[in-house]
C-alpha cells in the first residue's frame, strides 16, 4: 500500500482485497497514524497520513512531533494549540477533517469543519498569552469534556453523500463507505455479477453490472466518430465502459459523473491497459432499473401512523411521481386485522430516489420497500 500510495487504482484494489482477507484497514489518524501505512498492535492497517492529496511531508512531521512530545491530541482545540498553524494551516486541517483523520477529536466532522477557524482563533490567544508569561489560557483549551463540547459549532452531520465524497475528494477513495451500499440490496435483482467477480465471466455473453460513475468522458475517434467512457466502480472493483456512437447517441443523458449506472453489454480484454472492459449495449440508471425489474413499492403503514394530516402528505408525496410504471402496495394493520391494498393504476410511480427518502421520512426506513419476483 506505502509503494502505491500515488496509485488509487492500485490502493482502492488493495484495500478490497484487505476486506476479502478479513483485515480490518482504518481511515487515517492523526493520534495513530504516520506518513506511511502501518499495522498497529491489533493487526489493523492503519491508513498513511501521507496518501491524503494536499497534506505533505511538511505537516505531517510537525503533528507526529507533537503527539511524540505530549502524548495524543484530545480534541481539536488541543489539536491546535500544539501545532504550527503556519505549517499545518487552516486547508491542511480540512483536508484531514475530511479524510476521516481527526475523527476521534470532535463529535462529528461537519462540526468540526464549522469549528475550524474558532480552534485556530483559540490557539492563537493561547500562544499570545504564552508568550507573555500569562497563565491564563484564552479560547477553549481545557481538559474538562462538556466546555470543550459546548465549543464545536452547532452544525447538523453530513448525509452520507458529503461524508463520503469529501473521502474521495481527499484519499481518491470511499475509505469508510460507497454510495453504493445503500443500493446493495436492490441491486441484487438488475447485475448478473460485482465487478470483483468480471475476470471469471463469459466473454462472449451478454452481462449486467453496476456501479457509480466516477469518470465519464466523450471523444471523437481518428475516424470522427463519438466515444463515450465511463469507469464504474462498485467498491470492490474498478471497470471501464465503452460506449459506440449508436449507443452513445442513445444514452448520452445518462453518461455523467457521480450517476449509479446498471449496464449490460459484453467483457473484452483490453490490451492498452491490461485489464477488463465492457462493449455497453444498454444502460439505466437507477430509477430506470427499478421500473423494469421492481414488481411493486411496498408501504407498510399502521392505524397509529394515518391521523388526520397523514393522508394530505402521503398524497403530496406521491403525487408528483404518478405516471410510472410500477404498481404501489399498502400494507395496513391494526389490532385487529391485516390488509392489503393495491392503489389504482394512475398511482404507479416511478420509484426515485426522492420518492423513496420522502416516504421513509414520512412512515420509516423499514416500512417502505421495493419488491422484486
Known amino acids: 500500500m506505502t509503494a502505491d500510495m500515488d496509485n488509487t487504482d492500485k490502493v ?3 484495500v478490497e482485497e484487505c476486506r476479502r482477507m478479513k483485515l480490518t484497514v482504518l481511515p487515517p489518524d492523526v493520534n495513530a497514524g504516520l506518513h506511511h501505512f502501518t499495522v498497529n498492535d491489533q493487526g489493523e492497517i492503519v491508513y498513511g497520513i501521507g496518501a491524503i492529496k494536499g497534506v505533505g511531508e511538511g505537516p505531517i512531521d510537525t503533528i507526529v512531533a ?5 502524548g495524543y491530541f484530545r480534541d481539536l482545540f488541543d489539536f491546535c494549540a500544539r501545532i504550527d498553524t503556519k505549517k499545518v494551516n487552516k486547508r491542511v486541517i480540512e483536508r484531514l477533517i475530511r479524510a476521516g483523520a481527526m475523527d476521534k477529536l470532535g463529535p462529528h466532522r461537519a462540526a468540526m469543519m464549522a469549528s475550524v477557524d474558532e480552534a485556530i482563533r483559540a490557539a492563537s490567544q493561547h500562544h499570545q498569552a504564552e508568550a507573555y508569561g500569562q497563565t491564563d489560557m484564552f479560547g477553549v483549551l481545557t481538559d474538562a469534556p462538556e466546555e470543550v463540547e459546548h465549543a464545536y459549532a452547532h452544525a447538523a452531520p453530513w448525509p452520507d453523500k458529503v461524508w463520503l465524497e469529501g473521502e474521495r475528494e481527499t484519499l481518491g477513495l470511499y475509505l469508510t463507505g460507497h454510495p453504493i451500499n ?4 436492490e441491486l441484487k435483482n438488475y447485475v448478473t455479477w460485482r465487478l470483483e467477480d468480471a475476470h471469471a465471466t463469459k466473454r462472449d455473453v451478454i452481462s449486467t453490472v453496476s456501479g457509480l460513475v ?4 466523450v471523444m ?4 470522427g466518430s463519438r466515444l463515450g467512457i465511463l469507469t464504474l ?26 450517476r449509479i449506472l446498471v449496464v449490460s453489454g459484453q467483457v473484452s480484454f483490453d490490451d492498452f491497459n491490461g485489464g477488463l472492459k465492457m462493449t455497453a449495449r444498454e ?6 432499473a427499478r421500473e423494469k425489474y421492481a414488481r411493486c413499492l411496498g408501504i407498510s403503514m399502521s392505524s397509529k401512523q394515518i391521523e388526520a394530516p397523514f393522508f394530505e402528505r402521503f398524497h403530496d408525496a406521491l403525487a408528483p411521481y404518478r405516471s410510472g410504471t410500477v404498481p404501489v402496495n399498502i400494507y395496513y394493520q391494526r389490532d385487529d386485522a391485516r390488509a392489503r391494498l393495491r392503489l389504482g393504476a394512475e398511482w404507479r410511480v416511478t420509484p426515485t430516489d426522492e420518492l423513496i427518502n420522502t416516504l421513509k421520512g414520512l412512515l420509516g426506513n423499514d416500512q417502505v420497500e421495493l419488491e422484486f419476483n
Open 12 to 14: 482502492v484494489g488493495l
Open 66 to 70: 507533537a503527539r511524540e512530545q505530549d
Open 182 to 185: 445503500s443500493y446493495r440490496k
Open 214 to 217: 466516477i469518470a465519464a468522458r
Open 220 to 223: 471523437t475517434t481518428k475516424r
Open 233 to 258: 466502480d462498485d467498491r470492490s472493483g474498478r471497470m471501464e465502459v465503452m460506449l459506440f456512437s449508436d449507443v452513445l447517441d442513445k444514452y448520452l443523458d445518462l453518461v455523467e459523473k457521480d
Open 283 to 288: 444502460l439505466m440508471d437507477i430509477s430506470q
